[in-house]
Nanobody, 115 residues
Framework: VQLQASGGGFVQGGGSLRLSCAAS????????RAWYRQAPGKQRELVAS???????NYADSVQGRFTISSDNAKNTVYLQMNSLKPEDTAVYYC??????????WGQGTQVTVSS
């Protein structure tokens, strides 16, 4: 399985970006899709997650600004990021947790927010 993330880039503070992550290859049952991020010198952290049933979870730092959604038929997960702040600058990674166990990761997409 390959996860291809896209949509990152450079944006001014207050702007918006939409990340996408499409899965290809042999797709097994998915229990959860998520976005993580890792800023320079920091540990990777969970940004948002969504179960196949549609339940969502957000980090406190992005609550109210970011929205995660998925299209299960297209095996794609999205992250709409609004009101971006310089502290949102990081490499964003998509993640799939499989129902039978294990995870798969995308290659990461850089998001840079200027002040």
């Amino acid at each position: 399985v390959q996860l291809q993330a896209s949509g990152g880039g450079f944006v001014q503070g207050g702007g918006s970006l939409r990340l996408s992550c499409a899965a290809s290859g042999p797709i097994y049952a998915v229990s959860r899709r998520a976005w993580y991020r890792q800023a320079p010198g920091k540990q990777r952290e969970l940004v948002a997650s969504i179960t196949t049933g549609g339940s969502t979870n957000y980090a406190d730092s992005v609550q109210g600004r970011f929205t995660i959604s998925s299209d299960n038929a297209k095996n794609t997960v999205y992250l709409q990021m609004n009101s971006l702040k310089p502290e949102d600058t990081a490499v964003y990674y998509c993640n799939v947790r499989w129902s039978l166990g294990g995870n798969s990761w995308g290659q990461g997409t850089q998001v840079t927010v200027s002040s």
